[in-house]
């Protein structure tokens, strides 16, 4: 069985391209076969797919075992984002879906992941339960398979999405970075089908997205932040390859940290609702400072929007979300979506505009810098790289005593400052992350510096 290269890692299993070939996409269409039909699940199957050269051929693969199951299969009628994808199950009452994607990473990737009835992200459980039925595919005779239907995804989650943001972006200026993905023409026809005026770039399907990989980060942005500039928009948008992520441009910061977006997210939503927020062990304690302001509890979670999920699922979080740019509200299927995080944005620069927001929060709850870095590090090696942490944590970092140890995902040290330092494996990448946040990039600088050489020596 040509199956020992399937791997499922974080968000479902990705590889380049040499690794993943049809015939290993078409095992994994088995597994979630068998899957569903060993959990007494008879509903149709959506199987969606990003804007990739090759995902529609992958998607037409894992349409064929389905049906071959016995499995009707609904495909939407383009490539389209995840979360789109996600909410169609739950909108639609299906037994789940594949959705073909590598998100973020380079052209030469693609991924396929299983999302369960919920539309939420798959648990280990889940994927641990597909992973243990990876086959060959046995399919039925003709005359036995399920059908194949093409659909509109676009408008239901359009509808609902205005629902549970009702904006009104008359007079808005939005441009709009598709970064060559499957937003586009998703996510700027929903902002204007709000009102606002969208311009668009990197909005083409282009295979080698741009020379860029469709990452939102800062260095990959600087096009968002020119035509900005140059449109004297209110707000810039940008989305993954998958738009299941989002980031912002504002006209006087630029790039506009994730961490700061949530506080301004959370804290608009807090303007005519409740509920606690679910938070990442990685993201900002900003949160929590304007959650206590409210009356307001945060829960913390292992970095992964699955946790995140699980979070919002058991306390009834109003928003949920990690620094990686990957954010859900309550009413909505709990997976991140770029789409309605757009449409959320823009409706909090509606009533304020989002530097004045964010300003504020930082003079009443006080100023953060948050940042990252990577270390290479082999897979095999970052069970003994945590292990030999456990074993050399320090009393100080960086000049400060370690106030607490949080060991919910790697190594969390609590500085009593209020600054802090994380160490974790990823869960994507051969790499150990190094996070801190702290009241001054200086400070940041430090406390990363600090982490380095905590950790590389363990390499």
């Known amino acids: 069985m040509d199956a020992n290269a399937i791997s499922f890692g974080t968000d479902g299993w990705r590889a380049t391209l040499d690794t993943f070939t049809d015939d290993r996409v078409r095992i994994v269409g088995q597994a979630v076969a068998d899957y569903l039909r060993d959990e007494g699940l008879t509903e149709p199957v959506l199987v969606g797919y990003d804007a990739r050269p090759s995902s529609e051929g992958f998607a037409g693969s894992l349409a064929d075992v389905l049906t071959g199951n016995g499995f009707d299969v609904l495909i939407p009628e383009r490539d389209c984002p995840t979360p789109l994808v996600a909410y169609g199950i739950a909108d639609r009452g299906l037994s789940g879906a594949l959705m073909i994607t590598a998100s973020h990473n380079p052209p030469e990737y693609n991924g396929v992941k299983f999302i369960p009835a919920d539309g939420a992200p798959a648990l280990p459980a889940v994927t641990d339960a597909v992973a243990e039925r990876l086959r060959e595919p046995e399919l039925l005779p003709e005359g036995e398979r399920g059908a194949v239907r093409r659909v509109d995804l676009a408008t239901p989650h359009f509808e609902h999405a ?76 940008a989305n993954d390859g998958d738009a299941d992520r989002v980031a912002f441009v504002t006209p006087e910061r630029g790039h506009l940290d994730e961490n700061l977006f949530f506080a301004a997210a959370y804290d608009y939503l807090l303007e005519s609702d409740s509920g606690p927020a679910i938070r990442t062990v990685s993201t900002t304690f900003l949160i929590d400072r304007i959650a206590e302001a409210h009356g307001e509890e945060v829960f913390e979670t292992a970095v992964g929007f699955k946790w995140v999920a699980e979070g919002m699922a058991e306390h009834d979080a109003l928003m949920g979300g990690e620094e990686s740019g990957g954010f859900s509200i309550r009413g909505h299927v709990r997976e991140k ?119 590389e020596p363990l390499i």
Not at 167 to 190: C, K, P
Not at 434 to 453: H, K, M, Q
Request: proline share 5%; net charge negative; with cysteine.
């Open 162 to 237: 205005r629902d549970l943001i009702d904006a009104d972006l008359s007079g808005l200026t939005v441009v709009h970075d598709a970064m060559h993905g499957s937003g586009r023409g998703v996510t700027d026809e929903l902002l204007r089908s709000a009102g606002a005026e969208v311009a668009c770039i990197r909005d083409d399907r282009d295979p080698e997205f741009g020379g860029t990989p469709p990452e939102p980060s800062a260095e990959n942005l600087e096009p968002l932040v020119e035509a900005v500039e140059a449109h004297d928009a209110d707000l810039g948008v």
């Open 337 to 455: 979506d770029g789409v309605l995080m757009a449409l959320l944005g823009a409706a909090a620069v509606a009533e304020e505009p989002m530097d004045e927001r964010v300003d504020r929060l930082l003079d009443t709850h006080g100023d953060i810098v948050a940042d990252k870095i990577s270390l290479d590090c082999p897979d095999a090696e970052k069970e003994r790289v945590i292990a030999d942490l456990d074993d050399d944590l320090p009393e100080q970092v960086a000049g400060r005593d370690i106030a607490e140890v949080v060991t919910l995902d790697g190594f969390k040290l609590l500085l009593d400052d209020g600054s802090w330092l994380l160490v974790r494996p990823s869960g994507t990448e051969p790499k150990m992350r190094v996070y801190a946040e702290a009241a001054s990039r200086e400070r940041a600088d430090a406390l990363l510096a600090a982490g380095r050489d905590l950790v």
